[in-house]
């Protein structure tokens, strides 16, 4: 392309990918950069007197508001005079700008917001962080330059919380995995040279469940359920439903019209509402299609299928399920360590013990686990479909048989 003139810089329209124009003839080193949407924008490479190159925008082009072309060739000439010297602008821009950051990043508190913002509000987890830093570390370590957080501080905060009278280890540790995110985050922007959790473990050792309702138990809960006193009938078909489908508490909670494919018979959970982040098709057995079929008048005009009954526009709060398992199971005589989770692990037994391959009841509860790693992980491409469907079916049939005993 020929030397730059306002005329062919005006003529310049956005193509599928941005794309940069030199300067040719005039500032070695001087483009336009074209975005998508037609936006130009003053780019100037040059190499440092260690001979980095380094690359530093100068502006939005405009002959009137914005940057020109004559502004754009005195600011690229100015740039290589003060190289010539020893200096580094863009280096410099680099560092006042990171050095404008770290003035709104002081204390502890600013940081975890820095955190938070980062997460977005999609992460399954945010109202339990949010518990988490609240209760747990907020009153002790929020006020903190950032700066004073120590190994030795952030030991004895966790280690306060799981030992003693009323420890509280599974707490502990989740504080423990928290604070590692949030300095982390810390030292991925720079406001942190180096965590001060680093070589820290996890304090407490966490033995996996093996709880799960016997054949008994779900006849007693399917049968007696509906008699239970202080919960909504919502709340009493979402905890049928957790059963019947195997997923958990937080995706039952969040369910809504928009997931739903209900002459298909597909439950569509998006990757933001999936533990390992990937979606997750679900099939529906007659049994789940009933249930959600008789939910759905209780929501009213709500897109959630169960909807809080304080906030139409939002789903059920997840901790509201586990309270209310909680106290239904004292009225069912189901108290023996029976939790809302021990749902999913039911629904997994049930299908290894009716013969289910376990490849599929693995694709049924969206796991990600040792029998689909490695290089099979990697070619292992086939959704079980129409085995998660049979699956689910055989499911159902077997929870119906169960109630009729």
Same mark, same amino acid.
């Given at each position: 392309?020929?030397?730059?003139?306002?005329?062919?810089?005006?003529?310049?329209?956005?193509?599928?990918?941005?794309?940069?124009?030199?300067?040719?003839?005039?500032?070695? +080193?001087? $483009?336009? *950069?074209? &975005?998508?949407?037609? !936006?130009?924008?003053?780019?100037? %490479?040059?190499?440092?007197?260690? #001979?980095?190159?380094?690359?530093?925008?100068?502006?939005?082009?405009?002959?009137?508001?914005?940057?020109?072309?004559?502004?754009?060739?005195?600011?690229?000439?100015?740039?290589?005079?003060?190289?010539?010297?020893?200096?580094?602008?863009?280096?410099?821009?680099?560092?006042?700008?990171?050095?404008?950051?770290?003035?709104?990043?002081?204390?502890?508190?600013?940081?975890?917001?820095?955190?938070?913002?980062?997460?977005?509000?999609?992460?399954?987890?945010?109202?339990?962080?949010?518990?988490?830093?609240?209760?747990?570390?907020?009153?002790?370590?929020?006020?903190?330059?950032?700066?004073?957080?120590?190994?030795?501080?952030?030991?004895?905060?966790?280690?306060?919380?799981?030992? +003693?009278? $009323?420890? *509280?280890? &599974?707490?502990?540790? !989740?504080?423990?995995?928290?604070? %590692?995110?949030?300095?982390?985050? #810390?030292?991925?922007?720079?406001?942190?040279?180096?965590?001060?959790?680093?070589?820290?473990?996890?304090?407490?050792?966490?033995?996996?469940?093996?709880?799960?309702?016997?054949?008994?138990?779900?006849?007693?809960?399917?049968?007696?359920?509906?008699?239970?006193?202080?919960?909504?009938?919502?709340?009493?078909?979402?905890?049928?439903?957790?059963?019947?489908?195997?997923?958990?508490?937080?995706?039952?909670?969040?369910?809504?019209?928009?997931?739903?494919?209900?002459?298909?018979?597909?439950?569509?959970?998006?990757?933001?509402?999936?533990?390992?982040?990937?979606?997750?098709?679900?099939?529906?057995?007659?049994?789940?299609?009933?249930?959600?079929?008789?939910?759905?008048?209780?929501?009213?005009?709500?897109?959630?299928?169960?909807?809080?009954?304080?906030?139409?526009?939002?789903?059920?709060?997840?901790?509201?399920?586990?309270?209310?398992?909680?106290?239904?199971?004292?009225?069912?005589?189901?108290?023996?360590?029976?939790?809302?989770?021990?749902?999913?692990?039911?629904?997994?037994?049930?299908?290894?013990?009716?013969?289910?391959?376990?490849?599929?009841?693995?694709?049924?509860?969206?796991?990600?686990?040792?029998?689909?790693?490695?290089?099979?992980?990697?070619?292992?491409?086939?959704?079980?479909?129409?085995?998660?469907?049979?699956?689910?079916?055989?499911?159902?049939?077997?929870?119906?048989?169960?109630?009729?005993?």
């Amino acid at each position: 392309m020929k030397r730059l003139t306002n005329q062919t810089i005006l003529a310049l329209k956005g193509q599928d990918k941005r794309y940069d124009v030199p300067d040719e003839g005039g500032v070695p +080193g001087l $483009s336009i *950069r074209v &975005t998508s949407n037609g !936006r130009k924008t003053w780019t100037f %490479r040059y190499r440092t007197h260690l #001979g980095k190159q380094r690359c530093i925008t100068l502006g939005q082009f405009g002959n009137k508001t914005g940057v020109g072309l004559k502004d754009a060739r005195d600011l690229a000439r100015g740039i290589l005079a003060d190289v010539s010297k020893g200096d580094d602008p863009a280096k410099e821009k680099q560092d006042a700008r990171k050095f404008e950051q770290a003035r709104d990043i002081r204390t502890f508190e600013d940081l975890w917001l820095s955190y938070r913002a980062s997460q977005g509000e999609a992460k399954r987890s945010v109202a339990y962080e949010n518990e988490l830093w609240i209760k747990q570390i907020s009153p002790r370590l929020g006020s903190l330059d950032i700066n004073e957080l120590t190994k030795a501080r952030i030991s004895r905060l966790v280690l306060t919380i799981g030992d +003693g009278i $009323s420890g *509280r280890q &599974t707490t502990a540790n !989740r504080t423990h995995a928290l604070l %590692r995110q949030i300095l982390n985050h #810390g030292v991925a922007l720079d406001y942190l040279s180096v965590s001060p959790m680093m070589a820290l473990k996890m304090p407490y050792a966490e033995n996996p469940r093996d709880r799960f309702l016997t054949d008994e138990e779900v006849t007693t809960f399917w049968r007696e359920i509906d008699a239970v006193s202080n919960l909504s009938p919502p709340v009493k078909i979402a905890l049928k439903l957790a059963l019947v489908t195997g997923q958990r508490r937080a995706e039952v909670a969040h369910m809504s019209q928009q997931e739903l494919n209900l002459s298909e018979k597909i439950w569509s959970l998006p990757k933001e509402w999936t533990k390992n982040k990937r979606p997750h098709d679900v099939p529906l057995s007659d049994l789940a299609i009933d249930s959600i079929q008789e939910a759905i008048p209780h929501a009213g005009n709500s897109d959630y299928i169960f909807s809080s009954p304080v906030n139409r526009s939002k789903p059920i709060d997840q901790k509201a399920l586990t309270r209310a398992w909680s106290r239904a199971r004292k009225q069912l005589g189901l108290d023996g360590g029976v939790v809302l989770h021990d749902f999913r692990r039911t629904c997994a037994t049930g299908l290894q013990k009716m013969g289910v391959r376990l490849e599929v009841t693995e694709a049924i509860l969206n796991h990600k686990s040792g029998s689909v790693s490695g290089i099979v992980a990697i070619y292992q491409r086939h959704d079980w479909k129409e085995e998660k469907r049979e699956a689910l079916d055989a499911w159902a049939a077997y929870l119906l048989d169960l109630a009729k005993k």
